[in-house]
């Protein structure tokens, strides 16, 4: 059971770039979540999605996308990276709200 | 809007000590509760995960209480140990909408040997 796969694990990426972070949980949950974590700022959600098809935003949603087509994966797409989106990226799930969240191992995003 | 606060920010102490790290929240409208640790570098690791009618949960040196009325939580640490050294994070699981985990900043505990 691999439970929450994210991939890259690192990626440097210059300003205006595009990149899709992956997602994909083997768990069946239907809840999943995206954060990034900064330094010294603890964890903001960025998108969220409760189920197949059905997507929405968290705190701060700018400069991101996301879809969620199946239950297993959730990718996360940066446009036109720009230097504040440097930070470490989470994506966690859960299968229900009485359940707590099995997060992946992130993936550290530098934009230069 | 809920807002989770954990104190203190750093703690060190020597190893074999007991202590508590201490984590508030503001709305009692949660689900749950969820106490994580984190290794710099590291993603996150779920260590215990109270459920809004629990009064306290165990594993092995760890022990985590949960008043929800006061809006306050607390992660035991037993005997603790340098392998302990890391960030720990207090999250809740907030009702409505999301159902989103709302988190701390965390608190740095480092164990000297």
């Known amino acids: 059971n691999a439970g929450v796969t994210q991939t890259p694990k690192f990626r440097i990426l210059k300003i205006g770039q595009s990149m899709t972070l992956q997602c994909t949980q083997d768990?069946?949950?239907?809840?999943m979540y995206w954060y990034r974590q900064d330094p010294g700022m603890g964890l903001k959600l960025i998108y969220y999605?409760?189920?197949?098809?059905?997507?929405d935003k968290g705190e701060v949603p700018n400069g991101y996308n996301v879809s969620r087509s199946t239950t297993e994966d959730f990718p996360l797409r940066l446009e036109l990276a720009a230097p504040s989106q440097t930070s470490v990226y989470f994506c966690a799930s859960s299968p229900s709200a009485n359940y707590g969240y099995t997060f992946g191992s992130g993936t550290r995003l530098t934009v230069v | 809007k809920q807002e989770v606060t954990q104190i203190p920010a750093a703690l060190s102490v020597p190893e074999g000590e007991n202590l508590v790290l201490n984590c508030s929240f503001t709305d009692s409208a949660i689900y749950n509760l969820q106490w994580f640790r984190q290794d710099p570098g590291k993603g996150l690791t779920s260590l215990l995960l109270i459920q809004s009618s629990q009064r306290e949960q165990t594993s092995g040196r760890l022990n985590a209480s949960l008043d929800k009325s006061s809006g306050r939580s607390t992660l035991y640490i037993a005997a603790s140990q340098p392998g302990d050294s890391a960030t720990y994070l207090c999250?809740?699981?907030?009702?409505?909408?999301?159902?989103?985990?709302?988190f701390g900043k965390g608190t740095k505990l480092t164990v000297n040997p």
């Open positions: 999605s409760v189920g197949a098809g059905i997507t």
């Open positions: 768990m069946n949950h239907n809840y």
């Open positions: 999250a809740v699981r907030h009702q409505g909408g999301s159902e989103k985990l709302v």
